[in-house]
């Protein structure tokens, strides 16, 4: 279940309309990202075909989503809580081509660089965690769609970016388990279940809370 809700809720909020089983879309179609909710890696991109290979994912890539959703109408509201305002869910191929930028003056690895030799015990390439850039919060899931060749679809979220019920007597946490023998006891049947759903929210047709962040990205 743990695996299903996670699948479902990525599907929704990436606007993942390649998944049409609304198994993996917690029961509700997908809608895609809305056209004012989209920041590409380079201002001259339009759309996720035109994406070259060059157009990979940077912190540069976050100030710009950061910015557009400081802007947007309807406003994405940020979090405020301790220190995050937004999240950002992002392929591994793209964590793997943010720690690759280590060249440039200001990149991920030039700032790791720096907390290490400011005498920082803990960073990035050494705990394994993404840390938080410009108030973002950096998740990775190995769920992000990829949408065309070697683009993936990372994703943006304010506060109320989706919105998750479950029936009554069911609870995120807590599913109905049963058991029951077959066959004279030689088999054993096993059920899981939940009555639940979940949207990516809309206002006036147009995304709530998120932004779509689809960039170049290689995979291994």
Request: overall charge neutral; some cysteine; hydrophobic content about 40%.
């Amino acid at each position: 279940w743990a695996d299903r809700i996670d699948r479902s809720l990525i599907n929704l909020l990436t606007g993942n309309t390649a998944q049409t089983d609304t198994k993996y879309s917690a029961n509700n179609a997908i809608t895609a990202p809305s056209s004012t909710r989209v920041v590409f890696p380079n201002a001259n991109e339009l759309t996720e075909a035109s994406i070259s290979t060059t157009s990979t994912f940077s912190l540069a890539f976050i100030d710009r989503a950061v910015a557009a959703a400081k802007v947007s109408t309807p406003l994405i509201r940020p979090l405020n809580k301790d220190g995050v305002d937004y999240v950002c869910f992002l392929h591994p191929y793209q964590v793997l081509a943010l720690r690759a930028s280590t060249g440039t003056a200001g990149s991920w690895g030039d700032l790791n660089r720096a907390m290490l030799q400011g005498g920082a015990k803990q960073n990035a390439w050494m705990d394994g965690s993404l840390g938080v850039w410009n108030r973002v919060l950096l998740v990775e899931n190995t769920r992000i769609p990829t949408t065309t060749t070697n683009v993936y679809r990372a994703v943006l979220c304010g506060a109320q970016a989706g919105a998750f019920a479950v029936g009554q007597d069911n609870a995120p946490e807590k599913m109905s388990w049963v058991e029951e023998l077959f066959d004279y006891e030689n088999q054993l049947g096993v059920s899981a279940g939940m009555i639940y759903g979940a949207k990516k929210n809309l206002f006036n047709s147009v995304d709530f809370g998120t932004i779509s962040m689809p960039s170049y990205a290689v995979a291994v």
